[in-house]
C-alpha cells in the first residue's frame, strides 16, 4: 500500500489521520529540498521510530522505486500541503492505479483553499497562475501568461491566485519573493499595457499562510514593496473588480 | 483568543496542531448540523477533557457569543474542512478582527484542494458553483447561474467544480445527493440548450472525497445515475474539454 501524506501548511499540519498511519508504515519518504523547516521535520522525526527517507525529485519522477516498494510494504511519501497539488504527485498517483497498487491519499491544509483567510471568497476564483523567473538562458524569457490570466479573471470578475516559481537546482531551491515578483508583473504590465498594474492598484501578498507567523497584506505595490514579508514561501492575490461587501469588509482589515 | 479549527475531510481530518490548541481550549464549541458523523464526533470527544458545545448557525450569525467568550477565555469553533469555505465563517472572522479580538485560523483539508484527486489539476479550476434544489414557495424557482458558470468555464478551458446544496431547516440539513443533481442539471440544458449536457456528455461524480469509503466516477450521466454512491456528501466536477495527457491518463482510471 502507498500512502501520498500531506504536511499541510506548517508545523504539526499533518492530519491526526495521517500520524496515525504513519506511525503504522514500514518505510517513510519524503521529498528532497521541499518548503519543509528544519524545525517541522525534526518534531515529526521524534514522532515516529522509522527513520523518513529523503528522495530527490528525479527519483520520484524517473524510477518505479515508490511502487516498486509499496507492494511489498506499507509506504509513505510525505508532501507538503495536499499531496495533489503538485502535477509530479498526479502522475504518481496515475502510475501506480495503473499498476494495481493500493494507494491512500491522506489530504491536509493547502493555498488554495486557505487563501479564504484574506476575506476573498473562494467559489470566485478563477484559474491559478505561476509566475515563473526570467528564464535567462533563452535571453531573459518571460511568458505572459499569468497577466493574461488575470486579465481572463477579471473579464469573468474572479479573484487570480498567484503562486510565485521555485526554481529547483542540484543543490536547492530558490524560492521567488514577493519583492522578486513586483518589478516582474511591473515589466509585463509595460509590455502588455492593459492598465491591470497602475500605481493605484491594490493587491494581496501573503506570507507564511497558515503558519504562527503569517502576514497578509492588501495595497498598492509600491506600500507592498517596502514590506517586510520574511523569507519565502509568499504568494499574490489579484482580486477582481467587483467585490462583495463581506469580502471588501475582511480584506480591508488588512490594509 | 479564538480559534476556528478546521476538521478536515473526514474522521481524523483535524491536524495535529488543531488537536493540540484544542486540548488546552477552556470552551469548545461546534456548529449544529454539520456533516461530521457521530463516529467522528465521538472520536474526537474521547480525546478531549472539555464538553463540544453545539451552537446553531443564528447563534453563530446573529449574536456575538464566540466573540465576546473568546475576550475571557481560549474559545475554539469546530468547523468541518477547512474553516474559512463557507462565507458565515469569513463573516466571523471578519467581525473578530473589527473587535481586535485575536483569531487563529487552523486550516484543514478541504474538497477545493482534494479534488485534484480526480487527475483534473488544480491550477485549471475556474470558478466555484452551487446548484440549488428548486425553491418550491417560488413556483419551483431554478436559477441559471450553475449552467452559465459552467459555459463560462468552458470558454476559458476550465474546470468547473459543482457543489451540491444543502437546505438547512430548523431540526436537520438535507444535502443534494448526485442522482437528485443530474436531473436539475438535465432541466437547465433543456432550458438553456447550449449542449453542455448530453448522452455522451461524461462528467466527474464524487462522494465522501478523502474518506475511506470515497468513490470517484468519470463517465455519462445515464452510467452516473445507475451508480450508488451511498449517501451524502456528494459533488460533481464539468471537466474543461481540452485535458493535458496526465489529467486523461487518471482520469479515465476512474471510468
New interface residues.
Partial sequence: MLYLI?L??????????G??ILKKCDKIYMEQYTSISQTELNSLKSELKTEIIPLDRKTVEETDLLIRESQKHSVAFLIP??P??A?TH??L??EA??NQTPV??I????I???V??T?L??????????LPFPDKEYENYKPTSPYETIQ?NLQ?N?HTLI?LDIQVTQNKQNYMTIQEALPILKDLESKLKKKLFTSKTKIVAISHL?Q?NQLIKYNTMETLNKTNFGPALHCLIYPAKDLHF??K??LE?YS
Same sequence: chains 1, 2.
Avoid: C, M, W
Fill in positions: 500531506g499541510g501548511l506548517g508545523p504539526d499540519g499533518i492530519s491526526v489521520l500520524l496515525k500541503g495536499d495533489l497539488v502535477t498526479s502522475s498517483l496515475a492505479r495503473k491512500q491519499i489530504h491536509s491544509s493547502s488554495y483553499s486557505a479564504a483567510e476575506g471568497q473562494l467559489y470566485k476564483f478563477g484559474k491559478t497562475t505561476t481572463s469573468n474572479s503562486l497558515g504562527s463581506q469580502e469588509e475582511l482589515t
